[in-house]
Structures are given as C-alpha cells and as structure tokens.
C-alpha cells in the first residue's frame, strides 16, 4: 500500500486559491475606492492621530483653537451657511426671554422622549435662569433686527435683538483641585441648529474657561441629542461614564431592611450654619476623595441656598465620619458615598426623612438621580429592582482632567456637580 503525500507534498486545494484571489482583488478595489473617495472629498479622511488628552490649561486650551481651526476650514470647504451673532454676557434683563426660550427647549425635547415636562410651568424656568446668571459665567449668541433678514418675524428682546444660544460655565472651583468647571445648561435654539451658533458660541465659553484656568470641563448630554454630541467631540469633549437617570419611591419595605443594617449611622441636614460648617466640611472632604477633585465652592454654596426644598444631607458613622452625601435628589443634584452600603443607607434615610421632596416647579418625580451604569452596575439593579425607574440615558463627557471615581465608592454626577 503507498504511504501517504506528506502533508508538504499536497496540491494546493483550488478552493482556498480562489479565496486568496478574491480577498487580493477586495483589496485592491478597496485601495482604489478609497483613492477615489479622497480626491473627490478630501475632508472625509484624518490621517493625523488623535493627539493625547493635554494635561496643562495651556495645553488644553491650543488643543481646542486647533480643533475649531479644522473644524472651521471644513465647514467653509463644504460651504456651510452661517449665522452672524455677537458674543456677550448676560444680565438680569434676560432672564424672562431665556425663561421661555429654556422651557419650550427642555420641554419640546422631554416630549419627543414621551417624558415629563423639565419645566412644568414658567416660574421653575425663571428661577433657574436667575440662579444661573447671577452665579455663573455665561455667554449669550444674540443677532441683531439688522441682521436678522428673513426672519424679521420671530420673537425678539426689548432692544431689537433675539437670544440665539445661551451657555453657562460654572468656575466656582476653577482655583481648586483639578480645575473642574461644570459646563451647562448650553441651550440653543431649534431655529439655528446646523447654522454654526451652537459651534461659535460653545467654543468661546470653553476657551474662556480655560484662559482663566481650567483644567477640566465636564458635561451632561444626552443620549439621544446627536447633534449635541458631534459638537461636544467636535470640541474636544469625550464620554467618561455612561448615566441612567432613575426616579420613583424605593419600596417600604426595602427601606426598613436597609435602614436596620446599620442603625446608628446618622444623617444630619446641611445648611449654612456655623452648626452645620464642620458637617459641610466633611462632605467637600469625601467629594475629594471620591472623584480626586475639589468641589468646595460648589458644596458650600449649594448647603447655604436655602431657596431649594430639596434637603441637601450628609450620612455619618458610629465614629463620626462621613461616609455619603447628597445635595438632593433631582435631575440637578449629586451625591458621592463611600461604599454601595453607605449610599444605600442615605437614599433610604432621604426618603423616609420626606427629604427627597423637589420643588414642583421643576420635577415633580422623585427620588431622581445619576447612577454610572457601567462603573456601578450593582447600584442600579438594586435601585431598579426596589421601586426605581429609568427615564433616559446621557453621557458624562469630560474635556481634560479626569480621575474616575475611586473603586469602591458611589459617584453620582449632575450639571451643577460633576
């Protein structure tokens, strides 16, 4: 019997041959396709590297003029008509005008997501603007009746000029550890979307933050606001921490479970109060190590704003330690915790204390927070699984400096704290 052909010896088989042929000439169709498409549309491809993420406010803020400059030769090579509009700062005056314009924006987008109203009536809107202007750095995108040609018709100001975009900084922190600006509400009108008012406007707030200082900007955006994101990375801004945004009532009997875990941990209201200085201080404390971060200014401004019926709490130990805070519950609050347990133990107390309760004029569901789906999975499967609901996803976006939270701890970001 002949031995057999050494598997050297053995004839190639043809099916492979005419695999390898039709993988080369793939290729080749693939090389000349994208050849083509290059000469025909040469702002389609990139070929430089994403550069590191700058660590310096120098740094940053050369990165980001880079990026408007790109961003800018490519919109004037495809021809992309845009909207003059003069830069300036806002004042007391505007706030009735960007009331209205905030509620019929958030509310028009709340109810393409078949969602509650983010401003129920106009009181709650006026009342966040007036916040706003009077304790943040913002810019507005205004144009002028010279300038507004065709659209002469539209709503206008007192003064012949109409509110484009309005966009707010807060840099409360921006001289304390790691520089952090919370950046937001950035609100611009349905009307000019893809006319380069966003762009222009959102560009030199950020700059501005960063020639003052900052080392990092950081965002909340919205998952399904597609334009929104391409602007942001357009700026330079990229995802950190996918969020879930929760709401409901935890279940009763969850919270009596939860409570006689631990039942000599304490929560104690934060206010203003030279009583209350220590306890404030001790949550700036836990913030830091949290998120590697300093938020005291931020912290001490929102435990002395006694306008807001959202309690604001810290949770201590049997030691007197501080283990989790929270500046309510709420589209606009934030917490951090120690441990999952500590975090727990807090909502829980929140809620059996009526301390979750938010000011109608905004949200009337309650408890409400941000739980990083994808650092803190544990946090929400328990919070849905006791009485929580998901009512949307966004995106925690961070432009320079970022530290994530340290394992272990619970970190719950908002616009106003991030």
């Known amino acids: 019997m002949a031995s057999p052909t050494p598997s050297s010896a053995r004839p190639f088989p043809l099916a492979v041959a005419v695999a390898a042929g039709a993988f080369a000439a793939g290729a080749l169709c693939a090389v000349g396709l994208h050849g083509w498409v290059r000469r025909r549309h040469p702002g389609a491809f990139c070929d430089a590297p994403l550069p590191p993420t700058p660590v310096s406010a120098a740094e940053l803020l050369e990165h980001v003029r880079a990026l408007r400059a790109a961003d800018e030769a490519l919109r004037r090579q495809r021809g992309v008509e845009e909207v003059a509009v003069t830069l300036r700062a806002p004042t007391a ?23 509650a109203p ?21 810019l507005l995108a205004v144009r002028s009746s010279a300038a507004k040609g065709a659209s002469a018709g539209s709503e206008e100001q007192d003064g012949g000029e109409e509110i484009l975009a309005s966009a707010f ?31 222009t406007l959102l560009s030199a707030a950020v700059e501005a933050s960063l020639s003052r200082g900052a080392q990092s ?9 597609h334009a929104s994101f391409a602007l942001y990375s357009k700026l330079g801004f990229a995802i950190r921490e996918p969020l879930g945004f929760l709401a409901g009532t935890l279940r009763e009997e969850e919270v009596s479970r939860v409570l006689a875990l631990h039942p000599r941990w304490e929560l104690r209201e934060l206010s203003g109060s030279a009583e209350s200085a220590a306890d404030v201080a001790a949550c700036v404390a836990l913030w830091q190590r949290t998120t590697g971060s300093s938020r005291r200014r931020t912290i001490e401004r929102v435990a002395a704003d006694g306008t807001r019926r959202a309690k604001k709490f810290g949770l201590f130990d049997e030691k007197g330690t501080c283990i989790a805070f929270s500046s309510g519950f709420g589209s606009m609050t934030s917490s951090c915790a120690s441990s999952l347990a500590a975090f727990m133990h807090l909502l829980c107390a929140a809620q059996t204390a009526h301390a979750s309760a938010i000011d109608e004029r905004f949200r009337s569901v309650t408890p409400a927070l941000h739980v990083c789906i994808r650092s803190q999975p544990e946090l929400a499967r328990w919070a849905l699984a006791n009485g929580l609901r998901i009512l949307r996803n966004s995106n925690l976006m961070v432009l ?13 970001p908002s616009t106003e704290l991030n």
């Not at 005056?93 to 019929?104: E, H, K, N, T």
């Not at 983010?118 to 913002?138: C, E, K, N, Q, W």
């Not at 320079?400 to 719950?412: A, D, E, I, L, N």
């Open 93 to 115: 005056a505007d706030v009735a005008f960007l009331a209205q314009q905030w509620q019929d924006s958030y509310n028009s987008s709340a109810a393409q997501l078949h969602e």
């Open 118 to 138: 983010v401003f129920p009536t106009l009181d709650g809107a006026r009342a966040m603007v007036a916040h706003y202007v009077a304790s943040t750095a913002g």
């Open 169 to 199: 900084n807060d840099e409360a922190d921006i001289a304390e550890l790691g520089g952090v600006v919370g950046c937001g509400p950035w609100t611009v009108g349905w009307g000019t979307v893809a006319h380069g008012v966003g762009r």
């Open 217 to 225: 900007l950081r965002l909340l955006q919205g998952l399904t606001n």
């Open 400 to 412: 320079g400096g970022w530290t994530p939270p340290q394992t272990g701890f619970v970190y719950c």
